[in-house]
């Protein structure tokens, strides 16, 4: 080989050393990136069991249409002298055991009347629910029991009231969940004594959006 072939050659191995040494420097330092903190678990979501844990929380709140169903004994115009109205709740729930929670609802709903006038119902109860997951949709099952003010125009009255129902949901990310969720109402008025007579039973619907945060 020529000398100049060769001194050729020795200055290309010079100017390529380094930036062979930096990519390999570079290549050790380079690490897996982390995922954002909001963004889902990919061992959570491929998990076959259900992922509602024991000591896991979950914080709700949750706004829709409050719909009248029944009014019985119907005196009047019974159910239809109600509209349609508005509800709203917050709740908490603390899972006990794999899937199963406890917790506490507050809860206030709006209903017009035909006559003009309004009445407003307020219950707080003490929650049971079972969730279960096909992840990323998340389903839930609840029975509530507790008690209710209600407030029509000046009269007030405080009575048991009852709740069971369910919804579905969309995981979002790894601390939020969004869906709907439906429920049945049913709200005793009831009188004692010489008033017996006027004790009446309604039902109402709720069906609301709703926001999970998973503590």
Do not use: C
């Not at 080989?1 to 040494?21: D, E, I, N, Q």
């Not at 169903?69 to 109205?85: D, E, K, M, S």
């Amino acid at each position: 080989m020529k000398p100049h072939s060769v001194a050729a050659l020795v200055v290309v191995a010079l100017l390529l050393l380094p930036g062979l040494a930096f990519a390999a420097d570079s290549g050790s330092d380079i690490t897996p990136p982390v995922a954002a903190p909001d963004s889902p678990d990919p061992s959570f979501l491929d998990s076959p069991v259900n992922p509602f844990l024991p000591g896991e929380q979950l914080l709700g709140i949750a706004a829709g249409a409050q719909i009248p169903v029944f009014l019985v004994p119907t005196t009047g115009q019974g159910i239809a002298n109600l509209y349609v109205g508005a509800s709203f709740s917050f709740s908490y729930q603390y899972f006990v055991a794999r899937g199963l929670a406890i917790g506490g609802n507050i809860a206030g709903a709006f209903n017009g009347t035909i006559s003009g006038q309004s009445i407003f119902v307020a219950p707080l109860g003490f929650t049971t629910s079972y969730w279960f997951a096909k992840l990323p949709f998340e389903f839930s099952v609840l029975g509530e029991a507790g008690a209710y003010i209600l407030r029509y125009n000046t009269y007030g009255m405080f009575d048991p009231f009852l709740k069971a129902g369910g919804g579905v949901y969309w995981r979002s990310t790894a601390t939020w969940s969004l869906g709907l969720q439906a429920y049945l109402w049913f709200v005793p008025e009831i009188h004692y004594d010489n008033y017996a007579s006027l004790s009446q039973y309604a039902g109402f619907i709720e069906t609301s959006l709703t926001a999970v945060y998973h503590l």
